[in-house]
């Protein structure tokens, strides 16, 4: 792990810490940028992942699949549940620092993996985009000659030493921040009115970490800090954007995952309480029971039979 690239790049303090699994027969890296490259860092080779769990970064990341054969991401987390993500020779994909991302890998490929500090990205962007700065989306399949090219000779340099030096370094940096901004990036939202709505960015930041995180005790003070409000505030616009108050939205949401879990013919009820957020199973009977008519124990019976 300590020769990994994901020993050296920060994680997002905001979350707890993911989990990264790496292969017993982890190999050697082609190329390893250990360098003092302004913000950034790069790593190339055959990979040596075969699972993160939650893993969100305080950079941004950048990874291209370089081999000749398409590689899958397994069981990639979204906002609609989890899905396989192929990513044919030479596409990229990219992950936008704090975006926690779960996936699983089992082949053996080589890749290009770069990771820029967020503030460096809109440093190099600055009075060249229609605002300050640019907020990036998690993007798969980025089919770009321009961005392979400018990551080829960023591997190129490193392998090299840096003989062209860091000037020459922080070009290439301004052209792949380009490419992001250009294959991921989305208008950054201004700030909220006092009392209005949350934006359809922030909303989606919102839902898209209570679906993430339903399982874990999840508080307004973790929310709000997602939307960048304070918790007052974020309580008003959370309800007047949703039309329920986020505790309440989040019982909600809870008990319409226990709903499904309970489809299951394996399901334990002490298994899915916990599973869907709940202290335990008499708290989650509880709650159940008064928004379903029925407790879940009674609920699952009924199917079986």
């Not at 490259?37 to 950048?62: C, F, S």
């Amino acid at each position: 792990m300590t020769a990994s690239l994901f020993a050296r790049v920060p994680f997002d303090d905001r979350r707890p810490r993911g989990r990264i699994e790496l292969r017993a027969d982890a190999p050697e890296r082609i190329s390893t940028q250990a360098f003092d490259w302004p913000a950034m860092l790069l790593e190339a080779g055959r990979n040596q992942v075969t699972a993160v769990e939650d893993v969100a970064l305080a950079h941004h990341y950048l990874a291209l699949n370089s081999d000749h054969r398409p590689v899958t991401l397994h069981g990639v987390n979204d906002s609609n549940g989890r899905r396989d993500v192929t990513l044919r020779p030479g596409t990229a994909w990219v992950l936008p620092a704090g975006d926690a991302v779960t996936l699983s890998l089992d082949a053996l490929f080589t890749y290009v993996r770069v990771t820029i500090d967020p503030r460096h990205v809109d440093e190099l962007l600055r009075g060249t985009r229609p605002q300050d700065g640019v907020e990036l989306r998690r993007t798969f399949g980025i089919s770009s000659a321009q961005l392979r090219h400018l990551l080829m000779a960023l591997v190129a340099e490193a392998d090299a030493r840096n003989p062209g030096g860091l000037a020459f370094v922080e070009m290439l940096t301004t052209a792949v921040s380009h490419q992001l901004a250009l294959h991921a990036g989305v208008e950054r939202p201004g700030p909220q009115p006092a009392r209005g709505e949350l934006s359809p960015a922030t909303r989606h930041r919102v839902l898209e970490l209570i679906d993430a995180k339903l399982d874990a005790r999840l508080s307004i003070h973790t929310l709000a800090r997602e939307a960048g409000l304070s918790p007052a505030h974020f309580a008003r616009a959370f309800k007047q954007t949703i039309g329920s108050p986020p505790h309440r939205f989040l019982l909600s949401r809870r008990l319409e995952r226990a709903r499904h879990m309970l489809e299951r013919p394996e399901a334990q009820l002490s298994d899915v309480a916990l599973r869907s957020g709940f202290a335990d199973q008499a708290h989650f009977t509880r709650h159940f029971k008064r928004q379903f008519g029925m407790a879940p124990g009674a609920l699952t019976r009924r199917r079986r039979r």
